[in-house]
């Protein structure tokens, strides 16, 4: 369901929401009394009309027996990140005026597909498990036949192909070290490795997103010539019964 807000002949907010499904068998008794918000878009300044339209939406939610509503999913405005950009500050401050509480915050870093950093680790080899269709490649660092280390990418959602230059990007999913292998340049071989085999595929950029707490993936992303975008918070607030 979507709602708006128009202020003389101008459409200044709109959300799109859904009420749970009670007869969902796969959801727990939360989630089955949770309503998602699954996007909000508003001008900028309007954070009065971000408020109201979530009002609004509270009201029928209530009627509706929620218990939550929730503005924490993936966001489908983007390429797969949770939560709202704090850029969007219309509606950050829309959301805080009508008392919803971030309970996660994301952290965007982005990057080229060259190389700065080479690392060479003796004795370990790649191994690359690909799904084209899925548009999933994982790549895993092997020493004595045993994974050590891995590293996802997965293509741009396919409803970004006529979006200009998308097809230039590819989303870094997972990048994950065994404990007893850490600190010993795997994380930085296999993003390099990552790197070579998109820069060779024609694409230009890596995005990944990451709790705004993972120093250790931040400092690393950083070191490998990550740049830093804006946090992503996720949102919920509790459901007064009507």
Not at 12 to 25: C, E, I, S, T, Y
Not at 57 to 70: D, N, P, Q
């Amino acid at each position: 369901m979507s709602l708006c807000v128009q202020e003389g002949d101008a459409l200044v907010a709109v959300a799109h929401w859904r009420l749970p499904n009670a007869d969902n068998p796969d959801r727990n008794d939360d989630a089955k009394r949770s309503c998602d918000i699954q996007w909000i878009v508003a001008a900028p300044h309007a954070e009065h009309a971000v408020s109201r339209l979530l009002n609004e939406i509270e009201t029928k939610a209530a009627r509706a027996m929620c218990r939550t509503l929730s503005a924490s999913g993936r966001n489908p405005l983007g390429v797969g990140w949770f939560g709202t950009p704090t850029t969007w500050r219309s509606v950050s401050e829309g959301l805080r005026r009508a008392r919803f509480q971030p309970t996660g915050k994301w952290l965007l870093m982005f990057g080229d597909t060259y190389a700065p950093q080479t690392t060479s680790i003796p004795g370990a080899t790649f191994r690359w498990n690909a799904d084209e269709r899925a548009g999933e490649w994982t790549v895993e660092a092997v020493l004595d036949g045993d994974a050590v280390g891995e590293c996802s990418v997965w293509a741009i959602p396919r409803p970004f192909d006529g979006c200009g230059e998308a097809g230039e990007w590819m989303t870094l999913e997972w990048l994950g070290v065994e404990e007893a292998w850490q600190r010993r340049g795997i994380g930085r071989a296999l993003l390099a490795e990552q790197r070579r085999f998109w820069r060779e595929r024609g694409a230009r950029h890596l995005l990944l997103w990451t709790e705004t707490d993972n120093l250790p993936l931040q400092a690393l992303a950083s070191y490998t010539g990550f740049r830093f975008a804006p946090e992503c918070w996720q949102w919920e607030k509790s459901v007064e019964p009507a």
